[in-house]
C-alpha cells in the first residue's frame, strides 16, 4: 500500500483516518507514504509541499509507517 501526499492535499488527520480505515478492513502490513516531489511537473500548478511527518506517530499495531524519501 502507498500513498503519495502534498501537504496542501492531505492533512496528517486525513492520513490518520486512511490508517484506521485499512485497519477496519483488516489490512496488516507495511503503509509507505512518498512525499510530493516539489520539483516534478504536474498537471496543475500546486504550492510548495511541506515534509512533515512521524512515521512512528502514524503506525499502529497492525500497521507500520514507512516513509519513501
Do not use: C, W
Amino acid at each position: 500500500m502507498r500513498t503519495t501526499i502534498h501537504s496542501d492535499l492531505i492533512s496528517k488527520e486525513d492520513l490518520t483516518a486512511m490508517v484506521h480505515y485499512l485497519e477496519q478492513k483488516g489490512y496488516q502490513s507495511k503503509y509507505y507514504i512518498q512525499y510530493f516531489a516539489n520539483e516534478a511537473p504536474f498537471l496543475e500548478k500546486l504550492g510548495y509541499s511541506y515534509r512533515k511527518l512521524d512515521s512512528e506517530s502514524l503506525s499502529t499495531a497492525s500497521i507500520q509507517i514507512v516513509i519513501r524519501n
